[in-house]
C-alpha cells in the first residue's frame, strides 16, 4: 500500500451512490463495473460496492476495494478530474472455498482495474455532461436528511 486513501476522496453516503447509480455504466469488465458523474470539487471521490452475494468471504471483498482503491489512488488522471466515480462487483470473483489471495485472483483483478481506470476519453465524456447540479432536484434527494 503506497498511502491513505482520504475520507475526502470516498463516497460514503447512500444518496451519494444512488446518484451515480442512476446513470448508465462508463466502463464494464467480466467482474466490475464502473459508473461516473461529474462533481462539482476539483478532484474525483470513489466509491467501491462489493456485495456479499458476489464475494461471500470478507477477504476476498476487502480485496477487491483494496485494488480498485489503488488503483484510483495512483491514478494522475482521476485527481484533476471533477468526478464521482463508483466501482461494482458485478460478478463473482471465485466459489467461496478459494482463497481471495491466490496468485491469479490477484492478476485477474489488478488487470480489470487497470482497465477500469485507463479509459480517458471515456471519462473525458462524463465531464462533458451537463453540470451535475442540474441533474439533482428535490424530488431526488428523496426527503431524508
Known amino acids: 500500500m503506497t498511502g491513505t486513501f482520504e475520507r475526502t476522496r470516498r463516497i460514503v453516503k447512500t444518496d451519494e451512490f444512488s446518484s451515480v447509480f442512476r446513470l448508465k ?14 462533481n462539482s470539487l476539483p478532484f474525483a471521490r470513489l466509491g467501491v460496492v462489493a456485495a ?12 477487491v476495494k483494496r485494488a480498485v482503491r489503488e488503483a484510483f489512488r495512483q491514478s494522475e488522471l482521476l485527481t484533476t478530474m471533477g468526478l464521482d466515480c463508483v466501482v461494482r462487483l458485478s460478478a463473482s470473483l471465485g466459489k467461496k472455498s478459494e482463497s481471495a489471495r491466490t496468485a491469479e485472483m490477484q492478476a485477474v483483478l489488478h488487470s480489470e482495474v487497470m482497465a477500469l481506470f485507463a479509459i480517458p476519453t471515456r471519462l473525458n465524456k462524463v465531464l462533458q455532461m451537463t453540470d451535475p447540479t442540474s441533474r439533482i432536484t428535490e424530488t431526488d434527494s428523496g426527503g431524508a436528511g
Open 25 to 38: 455504466p462508463v466502463y464494464k469488465t467480466a467482474h466490475l463495473v464502473l459508473y461516473a458523474r461529474p
Open 52 to 63: 456479499k452475494r458476489l464475494a461471500p468471504r470478507a477477504v476476498t471483498r476487502n480485496a
